[in-house]
């Protein structure tokens, strides 16, 4: 399985880079992550927040793979624990398809993509910084699969 994690926003700093890095040159083969990065559109000429979105969005959806599971991240979705969020996640492991993460730009996720969305996952009801949401991710994804394993990583 390839998780794909499709993120607007690119020229991030260093840290988030070696910090995604950490976590996902940890998960093995069969449990890829990848970050696709998407270009924030720029507000200029007439273009407003709600059409920025739009557009980010249709970028983020020609980014999924066809037959991935696609999983919006959305304040609205539905929280897990660690535990939890291993369990979705041998759920993943065993569709035969692959997953693409969506995160929002600033203005957060278009409809489109919700409406596209199987799933919705809430990171937390706080505002995250989206660059932030990157190693986040990344290290909960690596938690998951630890537990699954039973690798000494996570220590509830």
Known sequence: ???DLISVGQRMPGWVADG????????????AL????????KRAGGVNEQKAMAMEGARMLAAV??????VALDVNGESF??????GRLDQWLHSGCNVALLVGGADG????????AGQRWS?????????LVRILVAEQIYRAWSILKNHPYHRA
Do not use: K, W, Y
Request: net charge neutral; aromatic share 4%; proline share 12%.
């Open 109 to 116: 996720l278009a409809p489109a993509c919700l409406t596209r």
């Open 65 to 70: 793979p066809d037959n991935a599971l696609v």
């Open 1 to 3: 399985m390839r998780i």
């Open 34 to 41: 990848h970050l696709v990065e998407i270009p924030a559109v």
């Open 81 to 86: 624990g660690s535990v939890a969020l291993s």
């Open 123 to 131: 990171l937390s009801p706080l505002t995250l910084p989206h660059m």
């Open 20 to 31: 995604f890095n950490e976590f996902a040159q940890r998960l093995p083969r069969e449990c």
